[in-house]
T-cell receptor, first 115, second 110 residues
Framework: EAGVAQSPRYKIIEKRQSVAFWCNPI?????LYWYQQILGQGPKLLIQ????????DSQLPKDRFSAERLKGVDSTLKIQPAKLEDSAVYLC?????????????FGPGTRLTVT | GEDVEQSLFLSVREGDSSVINCTYT??????LYWYKQEPGAGLQLLTY?????DMKQDQRLTVLLNKKDKHLSLRIADTQTGDSAIYFC??????????FGSGTKLNVKP
């Protein structure tokens, strides 16, 4: 079974520029998450999708971050304009969803550096 | 549920046992999880425990849960150099939402 794919793996941009990240979850996984992991911290949930609908985006800075999951499969996360404090690893995870033990499968992440 | 706390570092010798501790705040958490993150990789689920259990053993891993104190621990028996990584505990709150701790970096010395 192929894992969660993310691209690019690394990105360096200047502040005020725009950037987009892409995630392809495991086939058949209904739930998709985007997390922000700042160096030395645990992942912080930005947005959660169930199929192509948003379940939780309460911690997404909506003035500059946006995300979509068209057709309930791939997802993109965009930052426009970027700030220095956006430097982090952006992790995508997917899961079958539902109740019970809930295993999230994580992609390798995109490391963003804002200069 | 936002304050999931872990100690930052742990150093042990190969062959010793490692104990990584975590405290959480949401008493309604259904499941609590331990994830492992190796350099440059995403998180990988190691084990989990249901909130009505006190202990769970899975090969070299033992999870202890003290619900009264909201304390979770992960014991790794016979720690190997390949166990060097960052370990995150996570609590599940509401429905399929998670808070992660800040991670404990385990260093295993040969």
């Amino acid at each position: 079974e192929a894992g969660v794919a993310q691209s690019p793996r690394y990105k360096i941009i200047e502040k005020r520029q725009s950037v987009a990240f892409w995630c392809n979850p495991i086939s058949g996984h209904a739930t998709l998450y985007w997390y922000q992991q700042i160096l030395g911290q645990g992942p912080k949930l930005l947005i959660q999708f169930q199929n192509n609908g948003v379940v939780d985006d309460s911690q997404l800075p909506k003035d500059r971050f946006s995300a979509e999951r068209l057709k309930g499969v791939d997802s993109t996360l965009k930052i426009q304009p970027a700030k220095l404090e956006d430097s982090a690893v952006y992790l995508c995870a997917s899961s079958l969803g539902g109740s019970g033990v809930y295993e999230q499968y994580f992609g390798p992440g995109t490391r963003l550096t804002v200069t | 549920g936002e304050d999931v706390e872990q100690s930052l570092f742990l150093s042990v010798r190969e062959g010793d046992s490692s104990v990584i501790n975590c405290t959480y705040t949401d008493s309604s958490s259904t499941y609590l999880y331990w994830y492992k993150q190796e350099p440059g990789a995403g998180l990988q689920l190691l084990t989990y425990i249901f909130s009505n259990m006190d202990m769970k053993q899975d090969q070299r891993l033992t999870v202890l849960l003290n619900k009264k104190d909201k304390h979770l621990s992960l014991r790794i028996a016979d720690t190997q150099t390949g166990d060097s990584a960052i370990y995150f505990c996570a609590e599940e709150y509401n429905f399929n939402k998670f808070y992660f701790g800040s991670g404990t970096k385990l260093n295993v010395k040969p």
